[in-house]
């Protein structure tokens, strides 16, 4: 009935990766297992489940804005997998951040400050 109203998600685009599910300790005490599904526009797809529990789609959207900043930083628009690991680090952060898996079912947009600060964390430039 409002599907007019709405925008539907893009369709995930898989990347050539194996899905392997990895595990992560969150600072909240819950056990998040999670799959990258692939990537939706400029949005990374994860599959994330707390505890074994259903799963739930988590995206994480890294726009031009907030990269901008990096690349001019590295010199050089970011590769696939720079964004991926810039992406990962960013889940890792919402994953810690939230108090229960219930506050995690929105798109995360990071700032360039946080996506700067995860460079640092990587190493990169």
């Known amino acids: ?4 109203f709405t ?10 990766l194996s899905r392997r599910e990895k595990s992560y ?8 297992q999670y ?7 400029s949005q990374h797809v994860f599959l994330v489940s707390a ?7 988590l995206r994480i959207d890294l726009g031009e804005d907030a990269l901008r900043p990096c690349s001019e930083r ?5 590769r696939w997998n720079e964004k991926y690991a810039l992406a990962k680090l960013c889940l890792f952060a919402c994953l810690d951040a939230a108090s229960s898996p219930d506050e995690l079912r929105q798109v995360i ?12 964390t990587l190493n990169m430039a």
């Open 51 to 57: 505890g074994r529990q259903a799963s739930f789609e």
């Open 1 to 4: 009935m409002f599907s007019r």
């Open 25 to 32: 300790s969150a600072v909240s005490g819950h056990v998040y």
């Open 7 to 16: 925008k539907s998600p893009a369709p995930v685009k898989p990347l050539p």
């Open 35 to 41: 799959i990258f599904s692939g990537l939706a526009g």
């Open 74 to 78: 590295m010199g050089s628009e970011l």
């Open 109 to 120: 947009r990071p700032a360039a400050a946080e996506l700067l600060e995860h460079m640092n």
